[in-house]
């Protein structure tokens, strides 16, 4: 079995279903890949949802090196993803970039990780093109949707616990 990365995004959802979805499919590191870690929406800038991450056994790291550069966002802004895409392409190439995608991938053979950013639809967020890169790496992509936990817990078994190639069911 192929090991995986999940990816989510925190829009349209609260730090409680959030966090439900995560422990849901067993994550056990969030992995932060905004640029500015900061959200106007309750629980999820950097400190605040450290927190809530810690208290619910999962760990945090900020990939800031993964961030979409300030140029990328504002083209995303824009609606250009075209723009967006080759930015954030670009920025994939840079030394920070590619030692941070070093560290989480091997972040990945330890912990059951998930990608998070803003988007609720990954296909317009940075997230996925880190995914693409991984891939290449051998890691398979599951894209999460933080507003229903019972979403995952329903299908619990269709889920591997990365690390160990074990399945939610059989790992309860």
Same mark, same amino acid.
């Given at each position: 079995?192929?090991?995986?990365?999940?990816?989510?995004?925190?829009?349209?959802?609260? *730090?409680?279903?959030? *966090?439900?979805?995560?422990?849901?499919?067993?994550?056990?590191?969030?992995?932060?890949?905004?640029?500015?870690? *900061?959200?106007?929406?309750?629980?999820?800038?950097?400190?605040?949802?450290?927190?809530?991450?810690? /208290? +619910?056994?999962? +760990? !945090?790291?900020?990939?800031?090196?993964?961030?979409?550069?300030?140029?990328g966002r504002e083209? +995303?802004?824009?609606?250009?993803?075209?723009?967006?895409?080759?930015? !954030?392409?670009?920025?994939?190439?840079?030394?920070?970039?590619?030692?941070?995608?070093?560290?989480?991938?091997?972040?990945?053979?330890?912990?059951?990780?998930?990608?998070?950013?803003?988007?609720?639809?990954? /296909?317009?967020?940075?997230?996925?093109? *880190?995914?693409?890169?991984?891939?290449?790496?051998?890691?398979?992509?599951?894209?999460? !949707?933080?507003?229903?936990?019972?979403? !995952?817990?329903?299908?619990?078994?269709?889920?591997?616990?990365?690390?160990?190639?074990?399945?939610?069911?059989? +790992?309860?």
């Open positions: 079995m192929m090991q995986v990365i999940y990816t989510v995004g925190y829009e349209g959802t609260t *730090i409680n279903a959030f *966090i439900a979805v995560l422990k849901s499919v067993g994550v056990t590191m969030l992995a932060d890949v905004r640029a500015v870690p *900061i959200s106007r929406k309750k629980g999820f800038s950097k400190n605040a949802l450290r927190q809530h991450l810690e /208290e +619910a056994g999962i +760990a !945090y790291r900020h990939f800031v090196e993964l961030g979409d550069p300030k140029e083209a +995303a802004r824009r609606g250009a993803m075209d723009e967006f895409r080759t930015v !954030y392409s670009r920025h994939l190439k840079t030394d920070g970039a590619i030692s941070a995608l070093a560290d989480l991938e091997g972040c990945c053979a330890a912990d059951v990780v998930c990608m998070m950013c803003f988007e609720r639809d990954p /296909e317009g967020c940075h997230r996925t093109m *880190i995914a693409g890169e991984l891939a290449g790496e051998g890691l398979a992509t599951f894209d999460l !949707y933080a507003d229903d936990p019972q979403r !995952y817990v329903r299908n619990a078994p269709n889920f591997s616990r990365c690390h160990n190639h074990q399945s939610l069911a059989a +790992a309860e």
